[in-house]
Nanobody, 128 residues
Framework: QVQLVESGGGSVQAGGSLTLSCAASGYIYNNYCMGWFRQAPGKEREGVAASSTTGGRTWYARSVSGRFTISKDNAKNTRFLQMNSLKPEDSAMYYC?????????????????????WGQGIQVTVSS
């Protein structure tokens, strides 16, 4: 049973923008921290952004801070990842995931994804 469904992504030139969507079941959306991960060929998977269960707290990796933004549509149980000023090094397979929120010094520091709560992945390609 697919519980996280991603959409968006695609190819864009450097400096362009893309928006990824992650639609979840109501239970997941309201009870889990949700985040985005990416993995480029030959590289380890890395956390990119996360938002708390209410969406009130967000966290961004240093490499995307100021360029990527998480937003939400509660009526559609969907989180969005708006990606601006894209760079070739942002090219990767992007995954939406849900799990436990991670906190550091009281601030959201990411998400520890449940092994069964991953989206199917979606490709983002940024050309120079």
């Amino acid at each position: 049973q697919v519980q996280l469904v991603e959409s968006g992504g695609g190819s864009v030139q450097a400096g362009g923008s893309l928006t990824l969507s992650c639609a979840a079941s109501g239970y997941i959306y309201n009870n889990y921290c949700m985040g985005w991960f990416r993995q480029a060929p030959g590289k380890e998977r890395e956390g990119v952004a996360a938002s708390s269960t209410t969406g009130g707290r967000t966290w961004y990796a240093r490499s995307v801070s100021g360029r990527f933004t998480i937003s939400k549509d509660n009526a559609k149980n969907t989180r969005f990842l708006q990606m601006n000023s894209l760079k070739p090094e942002d090219s990767a397979m992007y995954y939406c995931a849900a799990g436990s929120c991670l906190f550091q010094n009281g601030a959201l520091a990411g998400v520890s994804p449940d092994k069964d709560l991953w989206g199917q992945g979606i490709q983002v390609t940024v050309s120079s």
